[in-house]
């Protein structure tokens, strides 16, 4: 157990449609990350938030924003969605920011549009 | 633009070999280079390299970063089947980590 939640564990729901998905970074640490991993392949970086202020964005699309909460748990919100952004979502934290730090990843939450 | 290769995608072997995993990159900024084990769920950390020449060692597990040839690679001495995982290298380039798109491990018994 790594110490970072992630909820819910899965989720289905129709294309068009919004979801939220939520963080709670293990505690002390400051950074959260939110990732995502379509079948079978690699993990792609979408976002960081570093103590409540976005610190690096990686892939993510119009569609999808973050935040990063006074509380530092985060929330990652999926609009208008497609067929394609069925995946596993993951949550890393960490310490610090950047690569310097381990991140410790939550176990994910599994979307499926159909 | 940045960029991490993991060589080769997908390994079959039986238990008792050894493995080489390599992870090769291109970034404008290194800082550091990790790797992760995914077995059905999490990435679990295995090793951070940021000093080249200087090699990690954990168990059967090890790793050496070359920053000259910007290459690391992974070792995994007499296998066992719960290693069979894909194995994750990423590279922190700019404070942002770059991952490669792993090396699926697979251990027969």
């Known amino acids: 157990d790594s110490g970072v939640t992630q909820t819910p564990k899965h989720l289905i729901t129709a294309t068009g449609q919004r979801v939220t998905l939520r963080c709670s970074p293990r505690s002390g640490d400051l950074s959260v990350y939110w990732y995502q991993q379509s079948l079978d392949q690699g993990l792609q970086f979408l976002i960081q938030?570093?103590?409540?202020?976005?610190?690096a964005k990686g892939n993510i699309l119009e569609r999808f924003s973050a935040q990063q909460f006074p509380d530092l748990h985060s929330e990652l919100n999926l609009s208008s969605l497609e067929l394609g952004d069925s995946a596993l979502y993951f949550c890393?934290?960490?310490?610090?920011?950047?690569?310097?730090?381990?991140?410790?990843f939550g176990p994910g939450t599994r979307l499926t549009v159909t | 633009e940045d960029k991490v290769v993991q060589s080769p995608l997908s390994l079959v072997v039986h238990e008792g070999d050894t493995v080489t995993l390599n992870c090769s990159y291109e970034v404008t900024n290194f800082r550091s280079l990790l790797w992760y084990k995914q077995e059905k769920k999490a990435p679990t950390f295995l090793f951070m390299l940021?000093?080249s020449g200087i090699e990690k060692k954990s168990g059967r597990l090890s790793s050496i970063l070359d920053k000259k040839e910007l290459f690391s690679i992974l070792n995994i001495t007499a296998t066992q089947t719960g290693d069979s995982a894909v194995y994750l290298c990423?590279?922190?380039?700019?404070?942002?980590?770059?991952w490669g798109a792993g090396t699926k491990l697979i251990i027969k018994p």
């Open positions: 938030y570093y103590n409540g202020e976005e610190r």
């Open positions: 990423a590279v922190d380039s700019n404070y942002q980590l770059i």
């Open positions: 940021t000093s």
């Open positions: 890393a934290s960490s310490s610090g920011a950047g690569g310097t730090y381990e991140q410790y």
